[in-house]
C-alpha cells in the first residue's frame, strides 16, 4: 500500500509488536545466504518522528533461534530504492508471482514500521489494542 501522509507517533502505543502474515516478507542479511521470512516488527515511534525497531525474521518450528535486526532512525523522503525498484519489491525468484515482497535496507524496516504506526493508533482507538492483544493490520 502507499506510505500513509501521516504516520506520527499520536495515539500510538508506547511501543507494539506488529507481526506480519507467515512468509509475505523476506530479507537476506549476507550475500549467499538463505532469505528469512520477516516474523514482525516491535516498534517503539520517537515523539519527534523517528522509529526505534527491532525485527525479528526466520523464526519457524524447525529452526531454534532467530535472526534479530535493530535500528533506528527517521523515515527517508526517497520514495523508492536507489535502483529505482519500488520498496518491498521482492527479490527472491518467484516473489513477484507468489505475491511476496522483500525489505533489503535498514531503510525500507524504518519505512514499514512508519507504515504501522497509524494502524496501531487507530486499533487503540477503537478499543481493540492492549497488553498481549493482537492488532490486526490486513
Known amino acids: 500500500a502507499a506510505a500513509p501522509q501521516a504516520a506520527g507517533a499520536a495515539g500510538a502505543p508506547r511501543a507494539y ?3 506480519f502474515p507467515e512468509r509475505l516478507i523476506w ?7 538463505p532469505h528469512e521470512p520477516l516474523d514482525g516488527l516491535f516498534v517503539r515511534p520517537w515523539p519527534e518522528g523517528g522509529y526505534f525497531v527491532l525485527a525479528v525474521f526466520g ?3 524447525d529452526r531454534e533461534g532467530f535472526t534479530v535486526v535493530d535500528l533506528d532512525g527517521h523515515r527517508e523522503e526517497r520514495g523508492s530504492r536507489e ?3 519500488p520498496r518491498f519489491a521482492p527479490v527472491l525468484p518467484g516473489g513477484e508471482a507468489a505475491g ?7 531503510e525500507e524496516l524504518i519505512e514499514l514500521a512508519a507504515r504501522t504506526v497509524p494502524l496501531a493508533a487507530a486499533a487503540r482507538d477503537r478499543g481493540r489494542a492492549g497488553p498481549h ?3 490486526e493490520i490486513g
Request: glycine share 12%; aromatic share 8%; hydrophobic share 25%.
Open 17 to 19: 509488536y506488529v507481526q
Open 27 to 33: 530479507g537476506q542479511f549476507e550475500p549467499g545466504q
Open 59 to 61: 523464526l519457524r518450528p
Open 83 to 85: 535502483d529505482g525498484s
Open 100 to 106: 511476496l515482497h522483500s525489505v533489503v535496507s535498514p
Open 133 to 135: 492483544q493482537p492488532i
